[in-house]
T-cell receptor, first 117, second 112 residues
Framework: DTAVSQTPKYLVTQMGNDKSIKCEQN?????MYWYKQDSKKFLKIMFS???????INETVPNRFSPKSPDKAHLNLHINSLELGDSAVYFC????????????????FGQGTRLTVV | QKEVEQDPGPLSVPEGAIVSLNCTYS??????FMWYRQYSRKGPELLMY????GNKEDGRFTAQVDKSSKYISLFIRDSQPSDSATYLC????????????FGRGTSLIVHP
């Protein structure tokens, strides 16, 4: 039973297109994230959502927009795709923090390999 | 200088060798230190985490943190071909700033 699942696994599309990547988690976590892993393997946070509110946005282009219909889902919509958007996009989730549990483990999906041609 | 530095490798070792993977960092506010393992075409999965300085052991894996030197290590004893993966260090400040910052990962190849 997959904890964090994202679809599609592979996505090849042309420049200028609009595409979405879906993510669902069945862990009951309150926080979900989108990460981008480039060709050099750098894993960088793009967004995180907590209780359906955006709580961090790491200066990504506004062509990227996260959408969370409920706390189990965080989709990523990308407008006007560019060649530089080619990367692997990972969805992740974690439980909320509180004073007694200040550390949180992020559980990652398998990734969506996006190729813009 | 990036906040977290990690040699990308690849690091190639024979089966049974002791492997040492390392990261350095610049943010002295980091308190939580994690190692994630990522197999090819898979998402990262947490391997170990430690808080502040010290050692933590889990089976063949030992994580060390030296906050005074801003240096963390992961040791793998009796390495196996199944350990072949990319190992990413990650660290966070904790408290209200818990989003981890990742290193770029070190590719490890353990050959039979």
């Amino acid at each position: 039973d997959t904890a964090v699942s994202q679809t599609p696994k592979y996505l090849v599309t042309q420049m200028g297109n609009d595409k979405s990547i879906k993510c669902e988690q069945n862990l009951g976590h309150d926080t979900m994230y989108w990460y981008k892993q480039d060709s050099k393997k750098f894993l960088k946070i793009m967004f995180s959502y907590n209780n359906k509110e955006l709580i961090i946005n790491e200066t990504v282009p506004n062509r990227f927009s996260p959408k969370s219909p409920d706390k189990a889902h965080l989709n990523l919509h990308i407008n006007s795709l560019e060649l530089g958007d080619s990367a692997v996009y990972f969805c992740a989730s974690s439980q909320d923090l509180d004073i007694s549990f200040p550390y949180t483990e992020a559980f990652f999906g398998q990734g969506t390999r996006l190729t813009v041609v | 200088q990036k906040e977290v530095e990690q040699d990308p490798g690849p690091l190639s070792v024979p089966e049974g060798a002791i492997v040492s993977l390392n990261c350095t960092y610049s943010n002295s506010a980091f308190q939580y230190f994690m190692w994630y393992r990522q197999y090819s075409r898979k998402g990262p999965e947490l391997l170990m985490y430690t808080y502040s300085s010290g050692n933590k052991e889990d089976g063949r894996f030992t994580a060390q943190v030296d906050k005074s030197s801003k240096y963390i290590s992961l040791f793998i004893r009796d390495s196996q071909p199944s350990d072949s993966a990319t190992y990413l260090c990650a660290m966070s400040e904790g408290g209200g700033s818990y989003i981890p910052t990742f290193g770029r990962g070190t590719s490890l190849i353990v050959h039979p």
